[in-house]
């Protein structure tokens, strides 16, 4: 497969400003603030279908019937838009119609990762994403609301199930009152837009806010690793999950966030992979004390300019549906290294590995051709690690990655879009053989 920067420099500029790239992070010059909830039992919040208990009467009747969860909104005077974000696990094999419904209003269908091929089956492929929809503003409330789940299956094992780590509200305004109460702006000031920079590029930002700055987040977008799970390797980069369990969701995989003046950082790109010319964009999310978001005006066009190494992705061929393994299955999947590629110019190189129940304690040393490494996941729960692999485990042409385990247990989810390989490559001129002596 080739370097993903190749293949998707146009798809990433034309989803940039799409809408479902829109609604991951919010469009320029919007206002909003967010309401999260997260299960106080520490528990996972499992949407089971009813007809489950026909096929598997006692396992499925523990989960039965499904929870309605209970959040606060404290205000929505002024409110033009809302949005519900999900920390979404895509659950069982064959579970279809995920919908979810606010205050016992209509169902609202959550849509499948949108960027599965079309020779797989989006229910059967096991993941774990940011699904994000717009909510009726008729179905929200000041105060108390609820929201349940359900689903149903269909070509499966006979029991749907997906599951909810958390998810967050957002409330959007766009109304001069508010904003002239909010008082709240800022701009991304270096680089600028056509900018070209190097690896290691300093950002700075301006953020202003009647009632105090409280942070600064920095997104970027750009051709690379599909943290958030929906399949797009293009786009805005950042990944919004519960990191530990019984924790909010929270933003991570972006460029950074700052707490405090002065609002500036170095991009770390150390395996940023190569960009075509102008591939990248720069955002600012600003948060002020009382709560308020404010999202800046992009910096786009920007060049990233490498003279000492190459930093080169690639994606995982051969994924299945339901690439997962247990009792003793094995699965594999490869990268194809271009012979063009000169290994001995290789300088580092890594694994992009999304899991779920990836835990060592249950599941055998995951294998990258012949070398074995721990899969340093977590127990029932998501995980995304960015693994470091020798040098001397790459070979020319197909490379195998494979995933093994025994255990009778809740088998070792491999997430798509899949694991991902990253290589470093330096590519100085080569120092000229010395002259034999006379």
């Not at 194809?336 to 190189?349: F, G, H, N, W, Y």
């Amino acid at each position: 497969m080739r370097p993903l920067n190749l293949l998707l420099l146009h798809l990433t500029m034309f989803l940039l400003h799409s809408p479902a790239a829109a609604q991951r992070v919010p469009p320029p010059g919007a206002l909003y603030k967010e309401y999260s909830w997260v299960s106080r039992e520490n528990k996972d919040w499992r949407v089971t279908d009813e007809d489950a208990v026909q096929r598997f009467p006692e396992r499925a009747a523990v989960f039965l019937p499904n929870p309605i969860r209970e959040f606060e909104i404290a205000s929505l005077q002024n409110a033009t838009r809302v949005d519900l974000i999900l920390d979404r696990w895509g659950g069982h094999r064959g579970t279809i119609n995920k919908r979810i419904s606010l205050n016992g209003g209509q169902w609202l269908p959550l849509p499948e990762p949108a960027h599965i091929p079309k020779h797989l089956r989006a229910e059967d492929v096991m993941y774990q994403d940011n699904v994000v929809i717009q909510v009726p503003l008729s179905q929200i409330r000041e105060g108390k609301n609820t929201l349940q789940a359900a689903c149903d299956e269909e070509g499966g094992f006979g029991w749907g199930q997906w599951g909810i780590n958390a998810f967050t509200v957002r409330v959007f305004y766009d109304d001069d009152t508010v904003r002239n109460d909010v008082q709240l702006s800022g701009d991304i000031t270096s680089p600028q837009t056509g900018a070209t920079i190097t690896d290691a590029p300093r950002i700075e930002v301006k953020a202003n806010s009647a009632s105090g700055v409280a942070r600064v987040d920095i997104i970027a977008a750009y051709v690379g690793y599909d943290e958030d799970g929906d399949g797009d390797f293009g786009g805005w980069h950042v990944g919004s999950f519960q990191w530990l369990r019984g924790a909010p969701m929270q933003w991570r995989d972006h460029v950074a966030t700052l707490w405090r003046k002065p609002y500036s950082t170095v991009w770390d790109t150390h395996w940023v992979p190569d960009q075509e010319p102008g591939a990248i964009s720069l955002v600012a999310r600003i948060q002020d004390s009382r709560g308020f978001f404010f999202i800046t005006e992009p910096v786009t066009d920007l060049t990233l300019k490498r003279t000492a190494h190459s930093v080169q992705l690639f994606t995982a061929e051969g994924m299945t549906t339901d690439h997962g393994v247990r009792a003793g299955e094995t699965k594999d999947c490869f990268f194809t290294l271009p012979k063009a590629i000169e290994l001995q110019r290789v300088t580092e190189s890594a694994l992009h590995f999304r899991s779920w129940h990836g835990w060592d304690g249950h599941h055998d040393p995951i294998q990258f051709n012949s070398h074995r490494m721990a899969i340093d996941g977590k127990n029932h729960f998501y995980d995304y690690d960015l693994l470091q692999l020798p040098i001397n485990s790459l070979v020319s042409g197909q490379n195998v990655f494979r995933v093994h385990s025994e255990t009778e247990h809740h088998q070792l989810e491999v997430l798509w879009p899949g694991p991902a390989l990253v290589v470093r490559i330096d590519k100085r001129a080569a120092a000229p053989e010395p002259k034999p002596g006379r």
